[in-house]
């Protein structure tokens, strides 16, 4: 089956997984990210590619950080961003999904940026744009449900580029809730693409879904066990409001076994990373010294956010 | 075709920019030969001011047609373009299409003082108003040529033709 990402000639139509896409074109990704850092620097943060494009950010879920980074990645390339409030617009007054994509490319859309709750909604919106002639307008998965959160995945990749180059050599833990997590996904299809050859993910049982080791990873649920000389400790959010049921006892207990504190990371290797894809709840998943500590790198994770979502638009836009 | 040697060449354009420039003038040079000619001429006129680099490819007119290109370079002005005098090298002049586009990105950093342009070879086929301060040699080159600066493992520089 052809890839919906990749147009006639192989190049990137829309970015809506990080599965099924080559070694190479994640690779491509990264290096062209490499020089969109330098532009945070200059008198003049602009670059004039997405100049006359018109960006807009569809999101059905709440969201800050990645709203706001793909917002300041667009207006750094020139592009017109429209952010559209789903919470009070024609969605909640019963407007389908493709009716609402149909009406905004009659406002000459070029780029969709989607958050949706349900898997799936940006594939759909893709495959829409394809049955109605309108390939040259591009979509960007934001988060979709439980299923990927490609960007993200992205970013991490470009974190852990920057700090341990090779990947090659690297032993990446995953800990927390991956049941509930895109973030999660995206890792580990990301990781193992580009050739880690260990990926452990680390959690209780009620969090880690069943046969997540067809995916290629180790699961382990003591934490202590698990962390042993990783060279990066990728957190992930308890997703409080993705839980339905009793999953766990409480956030004080899940912190015992699970939240990632000095002395748990000492078993880790002693220039190991810590990252984490926020926003985080101290305490939870993630203890405050720990968080602000040496080893992380979360802020320099939200910087490079900016530097990938440029490089990935603009590739869509030359596409 | 018989080539010039891009070493001498080097050299020629060294020799005609150095009573022009000022203790404070700054070399940009374009990659990728671009900057192994202002490398060239940094070293041969002693300058201060640390050596400039750009990668157009943000600022190329052509980004809509043909997309960004492979391997990215990152662009480093290590001084303060505000004010400061500036010359922008490159190794072969064509369209001028990328000098506009080196020209934009400079004033993303600041106004200079001035911005003058030093080739070593001019080929004709202009598409907008570009004209070299300095050039070390005109050359005829037919529109299915491509007139190629290349640099070999021990840093020598040489001329090369191919196919467009």
């Known amino acids: 089956m052809l890839n919906p990402q990749l147009n006639k000639h192989g190049a990137l139509q829309h970015l809506l997984t990080i599965d099924g896409l080559p070694r190479e074109i ?3 990704i990264l290096d062209t990210a490499a020089p969109f850092t330098e532009v945070a620097e200059r008198e003049v943060k602009k670059l004039p ?6 960006v807009f950010n569809l999101f059905f879920e709440n969201s800050t950080r990645t709203r706001t980074t793909f917002e300041i990645a667009a207006k750094r390339l020139s592009a017109d961003v429209i952010n559209l409030n789903i919470s009070t617009s024609s969605a909640s007054k019963g407007e389908s999904l493709l009716d609402t994509v149909d009406n ?3 406002m000459q859309a070029d780029m969709f ?5 349900m898997s799936g909604a940006p594939f759909l919106m893709a495959k829409h744009l394809a049955d109605t002639g309108q390939e040259h307008i591009h979509v960007i998965n934001a988060g979709d449900g439980r299923h990927a959160h490609p960007t993200q995945g992205l970013l991490d990749m470009y974190t852990i580029r920057h700090y341990k180059k090779d990947f090659t050599r690297l032993v990446v833990a995953i800990v927390g809730d ?4 895109r973030v999660a996904r995206s890792q580990i299809s990301a990781l193992t693409t580009l050739g880690v050859p260990e990926v452990r993910v680390i959690g209780p049982k009620t969090l880690i879904p069943a046969a997540v080791d067809r995916l290629g990873v180790r699961v382990f649920h003591d934490m202590r066990a698990g962390l042993k000389d990783v060279d990066v400790v990728m957190m992930l959010r308890l997703q409080n409001e993705r839980m339905k049921g009793a999953l766990l006892p409480s956030p004080q207990e899940f912190f015992k076994y699970y939240g990632l504190t000095a002395d748990k990371l000492a078993c880790a290797r002693a220039d190991a990373i810590v990252m984490h894809p926020g926003p985080m709840n101290r305490g939870v998943e993630i203890d405050s010294a720990v968080a602000d500590g040496r080893h992380a790198v979360i802020l320099p994770q939200v910087t490079f956010g900016i530097a990938v979502r440029m490089a990935v638009m603009s590739m869509l836009a030359g596409s | 075709m018989l080539l010039p040697d891009a070493e001498r060449l080097c050299a020629a354009l060294a020799d005609s920019v150095r009573p022009d420039v000022h203790p404070d003038t700054a070399l940009i040079g374009i990659h990728t030969g671009g900057v192994w000619v202002a490398d060239r001429l940094h070293a041969a006129l002693g300058l201060k001011t640390p050596l400039g680099s750009l990668d157009v490819s943000f600022y190329r007119d052509d980004f809509s047609r043909s997309g960004l290109h492979a391997q990215l370079k990152k662009s480093d002005m290590p001084f303060a373009v ?8 490159d190794d072969v002049l064509y369209t001028g299409r990328t000098i506009r586009a080196a020209m934009n990105e400079i004033f993303d950093y600041g106004r200079p003082a001035r911005i003058d342009l030093a080739v070593l070879i001019d080929r004709g086929g202009r598409e907008l108003p570009v004209c070299p301060r300095w050039t070390a040699q005109t050359l005829e080159v037919g529109a299915g040529k491509n007139l190629q600066l290349e640099r070999s493992e021990a840093g020598v520089l040489t001329l090369r033709l191919v196919d467009a």
């Open chain 1, 26 to 28: 994640l690779s491509t």
């Open chain 1, 49 to 54: 590619l997405l100049r006359g494009k018109s």
């Open chain 1, 104 to 106: 905004l490319c009659a």
């Open chain 1, 113 to 117: 940026v989607v958050r949706h709750a």
């Open chain 1, 178 to 181: 991956v049941l509930h997590s």
């Open chain 2, 82 to 89: 505000e004010d400061c005098p500036i010359i922008i090298v």
